[in-house]
T-cell receptor, first 114, second 111 residues
């Protein structure tokens, strides 16, 4: 079956602009995660959804970052007033609910803020 | 913030040799997972070991976990050039929630 998909694969924007990044999880996966990865670093957790609600948003760096998952499937990560420091690869993952389920990652969106 | 550290940061070996990567973490965990990443994009899940397990095997992979030392190791036996990638350990402290990743080991296997 299809894996996790993310669009766009690359996004170049200017400082101060608004961007939206989309994630399509694996069908039937109730849990969805967003991570951010800078060059040479491991992924850093941003937010986790269980169904439609954000179960843990402790990783969002500030209030410019917001994510939604209105129907419990597709999720959108929204970044307002982008800054150069927001440049990174944004990774989405999904999994079945429960404590021992692996997370399946999408290919990521590479965001570049000029 | 990162949960812990991986050692070494980079490892270069010849095809056929074994590769060992280590991971240390700071807080108590529910499980620890190893992932592989090629070219800085999507991660592929390799193996999950629960906190009450000490060793797990999957094909050429062997993972150990020592919760008293808060450390884990990943052994890849009989390495191949196709094993060249970055390897990350990730800990789950919340029974199904977020993963906290280490900084990774960059493995290069020369043919």
């Amino acid at each position: 079956g299809a894996g996790v998909s993310q669009t766009p694969s690359n996004k170049v924007t200017e400082k101060g602009k608004y961007v939206e990044l989309r994630c399509d999880p694996i069908s039937g996966h109730t849990a969805l995660y967003w991570y951010r990865q800078s060059l040479g670093q491991g992924p850093e957790f941003l937010i986790y959804f269980q169904g439609t609600g954000a179960a843990d948003d402790s990783g969002l760096p500030n209030d410019r970052f917001f994510a939604v998952r209105p129907e419990g499937s597709v999720s959108t990560l929204k970044i307002q007033r982008t800054e150069r420091g927001d440049s990174a690869v944004y990774l989405c993952a999904s999994s079945l609910a429960g404590p021992y389920n692996e997370q399946f990652f999408g290919p990521g969106t590479r965001l570049t803020v000029l | 913030s990162q949960q812990g550290e991986e050692d070494p940061q980079a490892l270069s070996i010849q095809e056929g040799e074994n590769a060992t990567m280590n991971c240390s973490y700071k807080t108590s965990i529910n499980n620890l997972q190893w992932y592989r990443q090629n070219s800085g994009r999507g991660l592929v899940h390799l193996i999950l070991i629960r906190s009450n397990e000490r060793e797990k095997h999957s094909g050429r992979l062997r993972v150990t976990l020592d919760t008293s030392k808060k450390s884990s190791s990943l052994l890849i036996t009989a390495s191949r050039a196709a094993d060249t990638a970055s390897y990350f350990c990730a800990t789950d402290s919340n029974q199904g929630g977020k993963l906290i990743f280490g900084q990774g080991t960059e493995l290069s296997v020369k043919p």
